[in-house]
């Protein structure tokens, strides 16, 4: 097993681990957490011996092989096919020592050989390392490709792919899925599920945490805290464990400001001095509990968009391309106010194209494209981190878009994001993808769009943030549509799916739960786009009435139910604060004193409020169920 002992480490003057122990046992499946700079990645170093422990130690078993993913892109003449196959270091030695010994004629030494290549499933390595290959979103001609043709995120998969080749007794993946589209991440899962190894894994996904995982390693205050169980279980553990240590924390500060009461009236007493000294000593005994600091340093809101046109935009039989390659292809559609959607489409299909089209960056080839005079978009694409200004702090790029903005309404503006204090007026040249995206979101938010076009906005963000966006979209009253891997935040946000496929935009009738099922059922996963779509591929509909004039109805049907949409959206909104205050009340009522004499009337005031709330908060449920089963009617 991995096993930490009183684990110390520091990096320059910043302690990030002190005294720490635990136990990684075989098979396990731990996901590592924490805010930035806790130490996950510095956790990783000290396992590939890059990093010495202050103090303490981190051991495993000497004879673990242990497989990681290269950081440095793999600039070489190698196929991408050997590039893979040397991630086996075992079953390239053996490799070796045959070729030496078909030299030597040493015909013994060869028989031994080949009995360890077939105790190893040697001879079925090419075809293991052309499914990872494939898995990873490589074509089959990508395979004969040397390395140093692929861009840098295809590298990255080749690392990638390199590491999950080898025979490992412990695998560290440090965010896999940075440079992984939706439908490779869901190969990857059922991949790393079945790994028969233990896996330390880095992610800020939570669905990819929560489908792997078996164990949590929780990094903050200087320690590392093992949780059993996926990444849901342990934010439900953890909660319960704050809760209860803020209750310690409070119920503790009373102790302490009653024995400070003690000490103060009689320590200058000679009958009481002893036991006023006997306090003074118990209070310094006394081992403070750390208040529960659980709250995102994230919080903001999208603006409330000024007018929301009844049409956004729409498009008809709208073509769209890149030279000669026709990547969509008779297209209809409609943005109507409310509409929350999430594309969901196999690798290279054309989301983000569909993207460019709708924020009118890519010029279409036919067709007909309208975007209504008070739309205004907000687009979010991997591309604009590219074009920041290294040289500009985060109030100056504001600043460009809005030159009469005050100073201090900026800087206010941006701590949302967590540009606080002086990262606020820094250069951003030495800012991380992650706060470069952070940046970028916080610009588009800033122009308040009544339309939002979010392509894989949640790219090198971290858990609090990615759940800050998730939260501030659910409460945005615009159109959307979001391009992601992460299905959370497509759950969150989105009440419907389209699907990007063979140079179509439908759509997809099932829920994003089943949607792998559904990859799988009809092969999509890995379909190379650049080849003639096969239109059996996908079950379509009967088709009784033309393309557009069904998407003309579908329209027509959701302006019709918007307004019952919003209604439910609203009852929804007002149940969540009624069950607030509810468990605001419920904590009150369970404190001791409120039922001292002396509260009597406060003891009164909640319960009478309790009450009320109860009924509230049925009234809303009957108004919900009345209004959601409308809406299944409609």
């Known amino acids: 097993m991995l096993q930490a002992i009183n684990l110390g480490i520091r990096r320059g003057t910043k302690l990030l681990f002190d005294n720490t122990s635990f136990q990684i046992h075989p098979t396990h499946k731990v996901g590592l957490t924490g805010a930035n700079g806790t130490g996950k990645s510095s956790f990783f170093s000290l396992i590939l011996d890059q990093l010495h422990a202050d103090t303490g130690d981190c051991v495993y078993p000497a004879n673990w092989v242990v497989a990681h993913v290269a950081q440095e892109l793999a600039h070489n003449q190698q196929t991408a096919l050997d590039f ?40 079925s390595a090419n075809s293991r390392a052309s499914q990872l290959l494939s898995g990873l979103g490589f074509s089959n001609s990508d395979e004969s490709r040397t390395t140093d043709t692929f861009s840098g995120g295809w590298q990255m998969r080749l690392n990638l792919a390199r590491a999950l080749m080898c025979r490992s007794d412990l695998l560290l993946l440090d965010e896999p899925t940075n440079h992984l589209d939706l439908d490779t991440i869901i190969w990857l899962e ?4 079945a790994y028969r190894g233990t896996l330390l894994l880095i992610s800020h996904d939570r669905d990819f945490l929560n489908n792997i995982c078996t164990h949590i390693a929780h990094l903050e205050q200087q320690s590392i805290q093992l949780y059993t169980g996926n990444y849901s279980a342990f934010e439900r553990i953890r909660a319960e464990r704050l809760a209860n240590q803020q209750s310690q924390y409070i119920k503790q500060q009373r102790d302490i400001a009653h024995i400070e009461s003690y000490i103060t009236r009689f320590r200058a007493q000679a ?64 943005l109507l106010p409310g509409d929350r959607i999430g594309l969901l489409g196999p690798n290279g299909a054309g989301k983000s194209t569909f993207i460019k089209v709708l924020a009118d960056q890519l010029e279409i080839n036919k067709g007909e494209y309208h975007l209504a005079k008070e739309t205004r978009i907000g687009y979010f694409a991997q591309h604009q ?75 090198h963000l971290d858990l609090e943030m990615r759940e800050a966006l998730a939260e501030a979209l659910q409460d945005f009253s615009g159109a959307m549509v979001i391009v992601s891997h992460d299905r959370h935040l497509l759950n969150a946000t989105c009440d419907r799916l389209l ?66 949409r919003k209604k439910i959206k609203k009852l929804e909104d007002d149940m969540q604060k009624i069950s607030d205050k509810q468990s605001d009340i419920n904590q009150q009522l369970a404190d001791n004193t409120v039922y001292s004499d002396d509260n009597k009337q406060k003891l009164k005031v909640l ?17 919900w169920m009345d209004a959601s089963e409308e809406l299944e009617k409609l």
Not at 285 to 305: G, K
Not at 315 to 326: P, S
Not at 424 to 437: H, P, R, Y
Not at 519 to 537: F, G, I, V, Y
């Open 84 to 123: 893979v196959l040397d991630g086996d270091v075992e079953l390239r030695q053996i490799q070796q020592a045959i070729n030496r010994a078909e030299n030597d004629n040493d015909g013994i030494l060869l028989a031994t050989l080949h009995t360890q290549l077939d105790n190893i499933n040697g001879y």
């Open 190 to 193: 059922t991949w790393l599920s």
């Open 271 to 334: 009958t009481k001095a002893r036991q006023a000294q006997s306090r003074l000593r118990a209070l310094e005994r006394m081992q403070t509990i750390a208040p529960a600091h659980v709250d995102s340093p994230f919080h903001f809101s999208l603006f409330e968009p000024e007018k929301i046109p009844n049409s956004l935009l729409h498009m008809e039989r709208v073509e769209a391309g890149y030279g000669d390659n026709c990547i969509l292809r008779d297209i209809d559609f409609q």
């Open 385 to 459: 981190l590219e074009q920041l200004h290294d040289e500009h702090s985060p109030i100056e790029h504001l600043q460009q878009i809005d030159r009469n903005a005050r100073e201090a309404d900026l800087r206010n503006y941006l701590g949302r994001f967590g540009f606080s204090n002086d990262m606020a007026l820094s250069k951003i040249q030495n800012f991380s993808g992650g706060e470069k995206s952070r940046l970028v979101l916080a610009i588009v938010i800033y122009q308040k769009p009544n339309l939002l076009l979010l392509d894989e906005p949640t790219n």
């Open 499 to 564: 699907l990007v496929n063979q140079r179509s935009v439908e759509d997809f009738p099932l829920s994003l739960d089943e949607y792998p099922g559904w990859l799988t059922e009809h092969n999509l996963s890995r379909m190379d786009n650049s080849q003639e779509p096969d239109n059996k591929a996908i079950d379509h509909p009967v088709k009784d009435i033309s393309n557009k004039e069904r998407k003309r109805l579908e329209a027509e049907q959701r302006k019709k139910t918007l307004p019952l």
């Open 607 to 623: 319960l009478l409020e309790k009450a009320e709330l109860e009924r509230l908060h049925a009234s809303a449920e009957t108004d």
